[in-house]
């Protein structure tokens, strides 16, 4: 079955700084999933990459992906404290049929 | 409509009992998914309908879990004979899917039922 593993687990930044989080999967890619969760609650939805070296921006959040090293990487500009959260990586998994797997998650805070 | 409801959002149960979650997805969504998510982890997949046809189930779910989706909106999630290990929060999304084989759209989650079993 297809895995996905974030880096990394956990990141503390100081407000206004840029950072970088990866999601690598175990099988090729069909689609990479971004999403945001707060503690306790659902999940949002941030934004979805389909083709390899695809690019989508969002506010200040830039999502890559890169098909042949079955990679993405979420990139925060001049992050705020709004921007704290788990960011989740999902994928869909061709297996024993079809479902949706997720990363771990990275936590990320942000010191004002 | 303004998005997934979930109902409860705190269930708290003794081991042995039943317990039973509802999901109402965005209307227009024909596609609904059930997660099961636990401190510290991803959501992890438990099954999936497309209208009311349960297409997906995960092969680490337990017959203990059963799921409906009756007339193609809401859906039910039911859990047997609850044990300590089922506390967890389970999630609930939608999306729109063209048919059964299509990859489908992004998913829009619920807030969660958060399940504790004493």
């Known amino acids: 079955s297809q895995e996905l593993e974030q880096s990394p687990q956990s990141l503390i930044v100081q407000e206004g700084k840029n950072l970088t989080i990866n999601c690598t999967s175990s099988?090729?890619?069909?689609?990479l999933y971004w999403y945001k969760q707060k503690y306790g609650e659902g999940l949002i939805f941030l934004m979805m990459?389909?083709?390899g070296g695809e690019e989508k921006s969002h506010e200040k959040i830039t999502a890559k992906l890169d098909e042949k090293k079955q990679q993405s990487s979420l990139h925060i500009t001049a992050s705020q404290p709004s921007h704290a959260g788990i960011y989740l990586c999902?994928?869909?998994?061709w297996g024993y049929g079809q479902n949706f797997v997720f990363g771990p998650g990275t936590r990320l805070s942000v010191l004002p | 409509d303004t998005g997934v409801s979930q109902d409860p959002r705190h269930k708290i149960t003794k081991r042995g009992q039943n317990v039973t979650f509802r999901c109402d997805p965005i209307?227009?969504?024909?596609?609904l998914y059930w997660y099961r998510q636990t401190l510290g982890q991803g959501p992890e997949f438990l099954t999936y309908?497309?209208?009311?046809?349960?297409?997906?189930k995960s092969r680490l779910l337990s017959d203990r879990f059963s799921a409906e989706r009756p007339k193609g909106s809401f859906s039910t999630l039911e859990i047997q004979r609850t044990e300590q290990g089922d506390s967890a929060m389970y999630l609930c999304?939608?999306?729109?899917?063209?048919?059964?084989?299509?990859?489908?759209?992004?998913?829009?989650f619920g807030p969660g039922t958060r399940l504790t079993v004493t």
């Open positions: 999304a939608s999306s729109l899917a063209a048919n059964p084989l299509s990859v489908g759209n992004e998913q829009y």
């Open positions: 209307s227009e969504h024909n596609r």
């Open positions: 309908f497309q209208n009311e046809a349960q297409l997906e």
């Open positions: 099988k090729t890619l069909y689609g």
């Open positions: 990459l389909q083709k």
């Open positions: 999902g994928a869909l998994s």
